[in-house]
């Protein structure tokens, strides 16, 4: 039970420190709070480019990846470390996430060596950026009923169909695309995966604005998009082995990642000094102590949980179960932090009188957090793979598991 | 960084677990309830004969000189077993009480005594206004004792007493009592669990000895390394109640099928196991920190006391919701867990209290 540095990691952490003060600033307070893995404008793209460039040919791109995929082989710890201290500074949203975390992973397993020696270079330097073409307007939590259609043509294939919810696909230049090639086999059976190029003009991605105003995520069409056979990924109709091992890195780089998003709940701290409470300050009441007591209680529990599913990681073992909770219980605090700050930042909840001030930033957050609650696999979801994986207990009864897609 | 235990404390773990099965199984616990005393007296022998009473206490006094993580190791096995003993007022209090702050002397008279399971040092701390130094009125004038302390627990068991009282000069200080001393009164009260015997001391002019070391701050670190202590214990409680709420559930059958297969039972299960192992990740922490002597300590300490008070009640409460009406009677095991998750809460005083710490110590 250690949680100091080892002299190896506590060198690691000062050489990162080191290149990222000769690289970045440090961060002062005063940035807007946004998505982590978000860009807002070609503008912002193409700074995140140009950092994760400069990461890789400095050696701190895909640190865990293999040496032989381009990566550095480097342990999980370090890269919670990495992760540590590039947070301490103002660097572009790290939009190359789900290429590194998921499609990265999923291609180390299931690609052939031409889709490794193509994919793996370029999503690392960030020449090229990925989406996850996988929910569909009739399929998110029961992801294998999609209806996005591949069938053979040729020694090619043809896609049409329609995707949602693809964070990131406005700028991303390729997808990872989850397709039925067989209808008369139940659902599970008939899928497979695809590399696909969103420059193809047989796809259009179009944003979707979110309650949080901005417009990450996209609907995404597809209309007689042709590709070779080479863009399979995975053997034909095993799209959903490939898929279930996207989702895992997926949960895993959620739970791994910062604990939180933009707010923490020492900023709850420094705005209940700055505002008033029943005419004193807002630290000194009884309730607001309480209700941040509990925060940093919650808070404290995700970030120790993350560095028990490194340690996990580090001896060789699989992730324990500790990494499960981490995905259920970030949403709902940020959510519920989210409302306390509002609250506490204005005398009428919600309504901010100037761009930028405290209630617009907790506001932000707060309708930001909703988002956690349901991408990745919904709180619902999580807590019944608990109940299942974990805890043992008996399975959902499940109508359509035998019957062939096309008789549901 | 390293955040797991080693081969060496799993193996701890193990035998603790084997030993623990052996002797403090719930149909004693069932029978502590019933009991005038509710002590059980065989478990307590059991871990002292297997050395386990001393494994914090250096050998020099009769011990194994291990650390806070074994100690921490066999917290949450007493926790998950029910065990009807005093591990928070003795080895998670008096035992670092005397070693930290006292005097060679007092640590030879009675480490030795606490390691073979004879002395028992019941904790007086509290008093009605509660825990905090800060609180204490019990005073003491030329060595002699003044006031009343509850709850304190095992009283009528225990041949001592640790005692936070004010000096001369009105700092709260540790003092220890003989209980067969003059001007001791034990009055028992009545907890709500039984297993865990209850009383109120008072004290007139009974003479005492101070520990020296004994100043606020250094109460506070004691304080805070009994609640990351007292977290593994609650950690162990509500990780085998949920142990025994999902076993029920995959064999009860309703609607013509186990009543674990509906999502209302499964999903408030997971939540159980979701504040249950947030809890652990803060007791790890808590942990270190208390081993390292690291500065964080007293943010680990609250952090641990309130997500563990927080699992404890969420799973024990629903424990006894998911047994349907058997959880509801005196026969059956669920509310001895609930019954214990309360006495865990008055050892160290309810969230509020420490809540008011962390922000003390993080807003300061
Ligand atoms: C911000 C954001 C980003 C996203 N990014 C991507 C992306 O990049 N790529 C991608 O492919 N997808 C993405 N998604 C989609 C996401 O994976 C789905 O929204 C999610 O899986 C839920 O599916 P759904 O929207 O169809 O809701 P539904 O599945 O219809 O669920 C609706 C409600 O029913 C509940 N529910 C459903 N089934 C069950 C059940 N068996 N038991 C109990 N409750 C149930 C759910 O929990 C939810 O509360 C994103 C979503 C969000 C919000």
Same mark, same amino acid.
């Given at each position: 039970m250690d949680f100091s540095d080892n002299p190896e990691e506590a060198a690691f952490r000062a050489r990162a420190r080191a290149w990222l003060d000769a690289n970045a600033t440090v961060r002062d307070g005063s940035e807007k709070v946004q998505d982590h893995f978000m860009a807002r404008d070609a503008a912002e793209v193409a700074r995140a480019r140009d950092w994760q460039a400069r990461k890789a040919k400095a050696g701190w791109a895909g640190l865990t990846w293999p040496r032989e995929f381009g990566g550095q082989g480097a342990t999980p710890i370090e890269q919670v470390i990495w992760n540590q201290e590039e947070g301490r500074y103002a660097v572009p949203p790290n939009v190359f996430l789900i290429g590194i975390g998921l499609v990265g992973p999923t291609v180390m397993i299931h690609g052939t060596e031409d889709q490794k020696k193509t994919v793996l270079p370029r999503a690392l330097t960030g020449e090229d950026i990925w989406c996850q073409l996988f929910s569909e307007p009739a399929a998110g939590s029961d992801l294998a009923g999609i209806r996005t259609r591949a069938r053979r043509d040729g020694d090619g294939w043809v896609i049409s169909g329609q995707k949602v919810w693809t964070s990131g696909a406005h700028y991303s230049t390729h997808g990872i695309l989850l397709a039925r090639?067989? &209808?008369?086999? &139940?659902k599970h059976k008939g899928l497979t995966m695809f590399l696909v190029e969103l420059s193809d003009p047989a796809i259009e991605a179009r944003p979707i604005r979110q309650i949080s105003g901005g417009a990450s995520f996209n609907e995404v069409f597809i209309d007689n998009l042709r590709v070779p056979d080479s863009a399979r990924l995975g053997g034909e109709s095993e799209g959903w082995k490939v898929a279930l091992t996207t989702l895992m890195n997926e949960r895993f780089s959620i739970s791994i990642g910062r604990a939180t998003g933009g707010a923490r709940a020492e900023d709850l701290i420094a705005l209940a000094r700055r505002v008033e409470r029943n005419g004193r300050p807002a630290i000194e009441d009884g309730e607001v102590r309480a209700r941040i007591a509990d925060f940093t209680a919650r808070q404290r529990g995700l970030e120790f949980t993350s560095y028990r599913v490194m340690t996990s990681l580090s001896r =060789? +073992?699989? &992730? =324990? +179960? +500790?990494?499960?909770i981490g995905k259920l219980l970030l949403g709902r605090l940020r959510q519920e932090m989210g409302a306390f700050g509002m609250e506490l930042a204005g005398t009428a909840a919600g309504i901010s009188a100037a761009a930028q001030d405290d209630v617009a930033r907790w506001r932000n957050e707060y309708l930001t957090a909703p988002g956690n609650r349901i991408a990745g696999g919904s709180d619902e979801i999580q807590r019944t793979i608990i109940g299942e994986r974990i805890l043992g207990l008996p399975p959902e009864i499940r109508v359509d598991k035998d019957v062939a897609f096309s008789e549901l | 960084m390293n955040f797991g235990f080693s081969d060496e404390q799993d193996t701890i773990r193990e035998t603790l677990t084997r030993l623990l099965g052996d002797h403090a199984t719930l149909a004693v616990a069932h029978d502590r309830l019933e @009991? @005038?005393?509710?002590?059980?007296t065989a478990t307590w022998a059991a871990l002292a004969e297997g050395g386990w009473l001393g494994l914090a206490i250096a050998e020099e006094d009769g011990g194994s000189g291990m650390g806070a993580v074994e100690l921490a190791i066999l917290a949450e096995e007493i926790g998950r077993s029910l065990a009807a003993v005093p591990f928070a007022p003795v080895l998670g209090l008096a035992v670092p009480a005397i070693q930290t702050m006292g005097t060679q002397a007092q640590q030879k008279s009675l480490l030795p005594g606490i390691a073979e399971g004879r002395t028992i040092i019941a904790a007086a701390l509290c008093e009605t206004g509660g825990l905090a130094p800060g609180k204490v009125t019990a005073q003491v004038a030329q060595d002699r004792l003044s006031g009343t302390k509850t709850p304190v627990f095992f009283a009528a068991e225990a041949s001592h007493a640790l005692v936070a009282a004010k000096d001369e000069g009105g700092t709260p200080r540790l003092w220890l009592a003989d209980l067969s001393g003059p001007g001791v009164t034990i009055r028992a009260l009545d907890p709500i669990d039984g297993t865990r015997p209850a009383a109120e001391i008072g004290f007139e002019g009974t003479p005492v000895e101070p520990l020296p070391g004994s100043d606020p701050a250094a109460i506070g670190a004691l304080l805070d390394g009994a609640a990351v202590l007292a977290a593994f214990e609650q950690i162990g409680l509500a990780g085998r109640a949920l142990a025994l709420t999902t076993a029920y559930v995959r064999e009860r059958q309703a609607f013509g099928r186990p009543?674990?297969?509906?999502q209302a039972v499964k999903h408030r299960l997971a939540d159980m196991f979701a504040k249950i192992e947030l809890a652990r990740s803060n007791a790890f922490f808590g942990v270190w920190a208390l081993a390292s002597k690291d500065g964080r300590l007293p943010e680990a300490a609250a952090v641990a006391r309130l997500t563990a008070l927080d699992a404890v009640q969420f799973a024990t409460e629903e424990t006894i919701q998911l047994h349907g009406g058997i959880g509801f009677t005196w026969a059956a095991d669920p509310h001895l867990f609930l019954r214990r998750g309360w006495q865990l809460k008055a050892e160290l005083g309810p969230a509020d209290a420490w809540r008011d710490r962390l922000l003390g110590n993080l807003a300061s």
């Open positions: 090639s067989n &209808p008369q086999v &139940p =060789g +073992e699989a &992730p =324990g +179960e +500790e990494g499960s | @009991a @005038a005393e509710g002590f059980d009543i674990g297969s509906f």
